[in-house]
């Protein structure tokens, strides 16, 4: 709009606009001091066996704690970083302090602890050196490559396929593990999970939710499983809320799940008391 200048400066910047790009200021300057002033946690949900009440596996879960406005989840700021070119940063942040946390988990938990962690589509596209750096610091810690899985989103197999085939075989060849998150969602396709090299299918929340009562998702949910073991990758539902999901789950033959009927994503304090009880 300034290009116009004068009188006319404003002339098509809505109040709501103005509001808009102000607030994405502040936001990026928040952002900013919230890395120097580490106001980020990170809070652990279990992966679930469905078959034995099992925790060998936490999913890293980014909060901010904002001075001012609580503690924020990632959709409430995780796109701004994305904008302003400040999710590198965070998600070298996460990615540390997940590997961190995997291995005090394997001298604490179990030896073969995993944590997931989740990749920003537009960080999986930039900040190729940062990759180099984490294996260093994987190498560094003394943890087993295996000990990661990575999730990314299946939109990101939509941008640039080569490019991302290639990311992704880097990965595994490096000994990482890697999940599709909120399969199902988006422009998805079963023929992925052949093309990709992956580990995981994390079935979206949307298709769980009506399991009870939409005969549809459940016939969807059954043909994931059965398609994905065929092509030897796990199942991970999420979202999973009600018993009734989870057995009908169990029974499709799922192999791990998440969602508030087990646990709320916690602390890792918390977290690792829990994991501990659920391997007596
Ligand atoms: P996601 O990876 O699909 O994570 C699952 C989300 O579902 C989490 O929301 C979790 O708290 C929530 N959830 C877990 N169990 C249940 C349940 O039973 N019912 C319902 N309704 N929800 C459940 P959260 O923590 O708000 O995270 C939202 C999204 O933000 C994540 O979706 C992920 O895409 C993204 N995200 C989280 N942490 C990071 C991060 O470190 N980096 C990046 N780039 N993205 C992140
Ligand atoms: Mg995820
Ligand atoms: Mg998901
Ligand atoms: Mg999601």
């Known amino acids: 709009a300034s290009k116009n200048g004068g009188r006319n ?10 509001a808009a790009a102000s607030a994405r200021q502040n936001m990026g300057a928040d952002l900013r001091a ?21 925790v060998y596996k936490a999913e890293a879960l980014l909060r901010w704690r904002h001075p ?31 590997a961190r946390q995997a291995h005090a988990w394997q001298a604490a938990i179990d030896p073969s602890f995993q ?3 989740n990749k920003s589509p537009v960080q999986f596209r930039r ?11 994987i190498e560094e810690l003394g943890l087993p490559r295996q000990s990661i899985i ?13 490019q991302v085939l290639e990311r992704l075989r880097h990965f595994r060849a490096m000994g990482l593990q890697v999940a599709l998150d909120d399969f199902g969602t988006g422009y998805s396709s079963l023929s992925h999970l052949k093309r990709f090299d992956i580990d995981y299918v994390k079935i979206d929340q949307s298709f769980v939710s009506q399991l009870e009562v939409d005969l549809g998702d459940l016939a969807l949910c059954e043909a994931i499983i059965v398609m994905a073991h065929k092509l030897g990758l796990k199942v991970v539902a999420e979202g999973v809320e009600t018993e009734g999901q989870r057995q009908l789950l169990l029974a499709a033959g799922c192999d791990y799940a998440q969602g508030y009927v087990f646990a709320h994503p916690m602390p890792a304090a918390q977290f690792e008391k829990m994991a501990r009880e659920s391997l007596r």
Do not use: C, K
């Open 9 to 18: 400066r404003f002339s098509y910047f809505t109040p709501d606009l103005q």
């Open 34 to 54: 919230a890395i120097a002033a580490q106001q980020f946690e990170i809070l652990y949900q279990p992966i679930v066996s469905l078959h034995s009440g099992a």
């Open 68 to 98: 001012t406005r609580g503690l924020l989840g990632p959709a409430e700021f995780i796109p701004f970083a994305e904008s302003n070119g400040l999710i590198g940063q965070i998600g070298d942040w996460v990615f540390r302090e997940a």
């Open 115 to 117: 944590v997931s962690v």
């Open 127 to 137: 900040d190729a050196d940062m990759y180099e750096g984490w294996f260093g610091y």
């Open 150 to 162: 990575i999730e990314i989103t299946e939109s990101i197999l939509m941008q640039g396929a080569d």
